[in-house]
């Protein structure tokens, strides 16, 4: 007789014993002389090695699954300890990029050359700026480049930040705590994360801080490090502010920075630091730029028309401009 111990890392004992322990007693039942006894994130086997040993594959196989698909139901694991084999796993995953799976097995993957090349670039780079219109994925590839990263131990946590800037609306009176009043800037991260992570699996990195969803204020003062930080909707930060944020990273952080330069929502005293800090910094080692165009636009068949008749509309007026001060010269 052996006693060993099974460790279930990178993912929440929940996904693996499902809900009254419904999943691990279908494992337990397949092995029938082992005695398994499981508490939080540790799993005791006693029996035989020969057992213990297939055991051991069959939960290393099961935790490769969740990690990568983010849950797997009763059936499949029924498949898996009959021998069914689950198939084109690896192979599925290098022929479609796949960077992370969401719940249900969603594939989260880059769809356009250039979100394939923000991919590359994050890969190669320590920060990465990726500039381009509404619609092109920014923020969306940013966030599964870091649950990626996450889920493969990179780092130890996420934080997601924004400019708390009002897109002409004025939510200073909306009820609530800060939380809820600061909410409504931050939604479109929540949403990409809800599109990533089971719900019980990202309420349990929330509470726990591995994952950090706040202001670009409250980044003030801080060292980031062991995570891989967003900056979302950066034109709409000064250049003291970019200038703060960049210089919180620690030694271990990566970064990407997310912008549109044509959704500029400061007051008209404030100036975009963005602009600034791609030029300042185009030339560092270790500092990536991808520039999106309407190309990458993923959302409704219009919205590709509407940002070339926006950049059309902004040509002509740039122009007429021009026009205007060369007559009165």
Not at 1 to 30: C, R, W
Not at 34 to 56: M, P, Q, Y
Not at 172 to 183: A, H, Q, R, S
Not at 199 to 226: C, H
Request: a positive charge; hydrophobic letters at 40%; one cysteine or more.
């Amino acid at each position: 007789m052996s006693e060993q111990t099974i460790h279930l890392s990178g993912i929440n004992p929940v996904d693996f014993y499902g809900v009254n322990n419904g999943k691990l007693k279908i494992l337990q039942k397949a092995f029938p002389r082992l005695k398994v006894v499981s508490r939080g994130e540790k799993i005791k086997i006693n029996g035989n090695e020969e057992d213990i040993a297939e055991f051991k594959d069959k939960v290393d196989q099961i935790t490769r699954f969740i990690s990568r698909y983010g849950e797997m139901s009763m059936d499949k694991i029924i498949d898996l300890l009959e021998g069914i084999k689950l198939e084109g796993m690896e192979e599925e995953s290098k022929k479609l990029d796949v960077l992370v799976y969401g719940p249900h097995g969603k594939m989260i993957r880059a769809k356009t050359a250039n979100q394939k090349r923000m991919v590359e670039t994050s890969e190669h780079n320590d920060v990465l700026f990726a500039i381009g219109p509404a619609g092109t994925g920014k923020t969306y590839t940013a966030v599964a480049i870091a649950v990626k990263a996450l889920k493969a131990k990179a780092v130890r946590k996420i934080i997601l930040t924004r400019p708390a800037v009002e897109a002409g609306e004025n939510l200073g009176f909306l009820p609530g705590d800060l939380k809820d009043k600061i909410d409504p800037y931050l939604r479109p991260l929540y949403d990409a994360l809800d599109d990533m992570i089971p719900l019980d699996k990202l309420n349990y990195f929330m509470t726990n801080r591995v994952i950090e969803i706040a202001p670009l204020a409250f980044m003030r003062g801080r060292t980031l490090d062991n995570a891989f930080i967003i900056l979302d909707e950066a034109q709409n930060a000064t250049s003291a502010q970019l200038k703060m944020f960049l210089t919180r990273l620690g030694p271990s952080a990566k970064c990407i920075i997310t912008g549109d330069l044509t959704q500029i929502d400061l007051p008209r005293n404030q100036k975009s630091g963005l602009s600034k800090s791609i030029q300042i910094l185009k030339d560092i080692k270790g500092i990536g730029m991808v520039f999106l165009n309407k190309g990458d636009v993923i959302r409704h068949r219009l919205v590709k028309h509407i940002i070339e008749a926006y950049e059309i509309d902004t040509e002509e007026t740039k122009a007429r401009k021009e026009a205007e001060k060369e007559n009165r010269d």
